[in-house]
């Protein structure tokens, strides 16, 4: 089985930094790609950032040039650097990836998330 764990939300006021972490943990063969998705009240889940196997980025136009993902492949483990922080910020932050892993059956892929974790930006 995959899983997906999250840390590092929380609570913290406008201009702040957080970091985000995600660890996949299970019998993983090859990490694709890993992301961060995020789910504000009301809306619909949009998509933050993501990073292939390859080290391409690709970001959502609100977090440019304030966000940073980063991975570490060995760990299986992605990464957020949230900067200069703002109250629109505000929302369940999830992880993604798109993994290939072995099971009892074999071998197994597909696209996993964690349960979230939330980011309050608040005076």
């Known amino acids: 089985q995959v899983q997906l764990v999250e840390s590092g939300g929380g609570l913290v006021q406008p201009g702040g930094s957080l970091r985000l972490s995600c660890a996949a943990s299970?019998?993983?063969?090859?990490?694709?790609?890993m992301g961060w998705y995020r789910q504000a009240p009301g809306t619909q889940r949009e998509l933050v950032t993501t990073?292939?196997?390859?080290?391409?980025?690709n970001y959502a136009d609100s977090v440019k040039g304030r966000f940073t993902i980063s991975r570490d492949y060995a760990k299986n483990t992605v990464y957020l650097q949230m900067n200069s922080l703002k109250p629109e910020d505000t929302a369940v932050y999830y992880c993604?990836?798109?993994?290939?892993?072995?099971?009892?059956?074999?071998?197994?892929?597909?696209?996993?998330w964690g349960q979230g974790t939330q980011v309050t930006v608040s005076p």
């Open positions: 299970g019998r993983i063969l090859n990490n694709y790609a």
């Open positions: 993604n990836a798109d993994l290939a892993w072995v099971s009892e059956m074999g071998y197994r892929r597909g696209n996993y």
């Open positions: 990073i292939d196997s390859s080290g391409t980025t």
